[in-house]
């Protein structure tokens, strides 16, 4: 049962939108950090709990949530973090200014013991580089991978035509 959801990266909100209204969620939780998206969202979520910031720069957000929805920014390079590395149950993993690890395992924080998550990503995400290892990341912080899915080009047209991958953790 999902009585509550976060997309850490909302952009104008159309996924907790949707989700709201199809399970019935009353629980939302969204961050975006462009304005002009973010009143998009405010519009379409009056019931939610929305902020116009950066996922991973709020340290207030401690709420556990049943469900983690979430299209990061694929290669997003601005909005400078401080730390090279994110930590999670004492373990470190470089990310390089690499903001979907940065996005998407800060989220997994607030995940719920029995909660799933899903993420659509670019498919260097996946690639091990710079001594960032993403599979064995999973695993060393008590989560599962249970599966990837191959999103082909075009799928998000008009949106985007590259081909993604939908992960489930």
């Known amino acids: 049962n999902i009585n509550s959801v976060l997309d850490p990266c909302m ?3 159309s ?3 949707k989700l709201s209204k199809e399970l019935k969620v009353k629980d939302i939780n969204g961050f975006e950090i462009n304005k002009n998206l973010f009143q998009l969202a405010k519009v379409f979520n009056k019931n939610a709990n929305l902020k116009n910031e950066y996922f991973f720069n709020d340290k207030d957000f401690n709420k556990k949530v049943d469900l983690i929805f979430s299209s990061p920014p694929m290669n997003l390079r601005d909005h400078k973090s401080l730390n ?3 930590s ?3 373990k470190k993993l470089p990310f390089n200014n690499h903001k979907e690890t940065e996005i998407i395992f800060s989220s997994l924080q607030n995940l719920s013991d029995n909660g799933i998550a899903l993420f659509i990503v670019s498919p260097s995400f996946l690639f091990n580089s710079n001594r960032r290892g993403v599979f064995e990341f999973i695993k060393e912080i008590g989560f599962s991978l249970e599966g990837i899915f191959y999103i082909p080009f075009g799928t998000f047209k008009p949106y985007t035509a590259i081909e993604t ?3 489930v953790i």
């Open 84 to 86: 090279k590395e994110l």
């Open 15 to 17: 996924i907790l939108y």
């Open 88 to 90: 999670i149950n004492n």
């Open 165 to 167: 991958r939908l992960i």
């Open 11 to 13: 952009r104008a909100g």
